[in-house]
């Protein structure tokens, strides 16, 4: 059974800092791309950062949070993480992790990012 489950969110004061985790399990997890998206309330989601699977690596990040985030991947330990730093109120949303098998988006439960002093 896939699943995806999301970690490390909570309340930040402006410009700190959070690192997300999607452990993944039930598929190969190595082979799949990786998104991380967030959704703010009354906003449609965004698509934040993306990495790769297989063996060429690349990764791309969002225009609203470049220079402030980062994604990257252990596939030894089956997790995709999310580094944010410097981070904003409007920063603010639940974030998840999704892959595409088939067609077929799986996404985690999500994980909730407060930004506020």
């Known amino acids: 059974q896939v699943q995806l489950v999301e970690s490390g969110g909570g309340v930040v004061q402006p410009g700190g800092s959070l690192r997300l985790s999607c452990a993944g399990s039930?598929?190969?997890?190595?082979?799949?791309?990786m998104n991380w998206y967030r959704q703010a309330p009354d906003k449609e989601r965004e698509l934040v950062a993306f990495?790769?699977?297989?063996?060429?690596?690349?990764?791309s990040v969002a225009d609203s949070v470049k220079g402030r985030f980062a994604i990257s991947r252990d596939d030894v330990k089956n997790i995709v993480y999310l580094q944010m730093l410097d981070l904003k109120p409007e920063d603010t949303a639940v974030y998840y992790c999704?892959?595409?098998?088939?067609?077929?988006?799986?996404r985690g439960q999500g994980t909730r990012v407060t930004v506020s002093s």
């Open positions: 990495i790769s699977g297989g063996t060429v690596r690349y990764s």
């Open positions: 039930g598929f190969t997890f190595s082979s799949y791309g």
């Open positions: 999704t892959f595409t098998s088939d067609l077929h988006e799986y």
